[in-house]
């Protein structure tokens, strides 16, 4: 069973930025896109970026513009880069595999982004 682990949270002042990473416990990417979720107690969880099937990449038109999905297949590794994060961002962020049939989640990782 893969084991997908989220880190890299934290609490940043609005306008500041993170970089959230998750690591599989095998080699994955060749034959899945990865993508990032985040969700709000109480909220259903949202998808925020990701990879599609052809290697491009799509983003929520909330982070549009501010938020980068890159890997590294080397590492099984996906990374978010956030840039000028504002308090709407605040939520637990996961990553996971596109489509229906998902890896059991990780923890996820908090981002706190004060005003």
């Known amino acids: 069973q893969v084991q997908l682990v989220e880190s890299g949270g934290g609490l940043v002042q609005a306008g500041g930025s993170l970089r959230l990473s998750c690591t599989a416990s095998r080699s994955i990417f060749s034959s899945n896109a990865m993508v990032w979720y985040r969700q709000v107690p109480g909220k259903q969880r949202e998808w925020v970026a990701g990879?599609?099937?052809?290697?491009?990449?799509d983003y929520a038109d909330s982070v549009k513009g501010r938020f980068t999905i890159s890997r590294d297949n080397a590492k099984n590794t996906v990374y978010l880069q956030m840039n000028s994060l504002k308090p709407e961002d605040t939520a637990v962020y996961y990553c996971?595999?596109?489509?229906?049939?998902?890896?059991?989640w990780g923890q996820g990782t908090q981002v706190t982004v004060s005003s």
């Open positions: 996971n595999v596109r489509g229906l049939r998902k890896l059991p």
């Open positions: 990879f599609t099937i052809g290697s491009n990449t």
